[in-house]
């Protein structure tokens, strides 16, 4: 019985110890669903405009931010604690208006400042994303109301430069299938 219990701790902890050099990796393919609004009366709907999207690898609890439409628009970035401004991101992402999740970013760094820009409608978002371990594919959602004014939600900012500007509805008229004669 002894030898029974001597083997028993000895396999055990051989397989602790095999856990140990298990291979972590940091990092992810995140993958995001964005959806639109740009007149409040309006269904909340998949977008289908041409969204932009890049990530910085930053260092953690570090602060950016984009400081204006313009700097959306050229991807730049600025340091807020140092005035530092970048403009050369690590990952731009994809996107494809049929996808389930449209917008795709392959995030490999710690940390990471996203920001994803719709040209079509002024509006862009930001966040702050710290990598998963061991967890390859990561899905989100983010929705960007052009009619409202700036604001944050599901760890998104949501920026509107343009808060006064008319916008146009995003969804097309029912049209009349009667026919007149």
């Known amino acids: 019985m002894k030898h029974l219990t001597k083997i028993f701790i000895l396999a055990t902890l051989l397989l ?13 393919l995140l993958k ?7 007149v409040s009366s309006d269904p909340i ?8 999207s890049y990530a910085f690898y930053v260092p953690e ?10 700097d959306a628009l050229e991807c730049r970035i600025t340091n807020t604690e140092r005035n530092e401004q970048r403009n050369n991101p690590e990952v731009i992402g994809t996107f494809s208006a049929e996808a389930e999740y449209q917008v795709e970013l392959d995030l490999w760094s710690e940390s990471v400042f996203m920001v994803v820009v719709d040209r079509t409608n002024k509006i862009f978002a930001t ?8 967890i390859p594919v990561t899905y989100t959602q983010l929705h960007l109301y052009a009619w409202r004014n700036s604001g944050s939600a599901n760890g998104w900012t949501v920026t509107n430069p343009f808060p006064d500007e008319q916008r146009e509805s995003l969804v ?10």
């Open 32 to 38: 995001i669903a964005v959806y639109s609004q740009n």
């Open 45 to 52: 709907t998949k977008t289908t405009t041409e969204i932009d």
């Open 16 to 28: 602790g110890l095999t856990a140990c050099f298990k291979e972590e990796n940091q990092g992810t």
């Open 61 to 70: 609890k570090s602060k950016w931010e984009v400081k204006s439409w313009e």
């Open 127 to 134: 966040r702050y994303y710290d990598t998963p371990m061991n």
């Open 172 to 181: 097309e008229e029912e049209q009349d299938n009667e026919t007149q004669e």
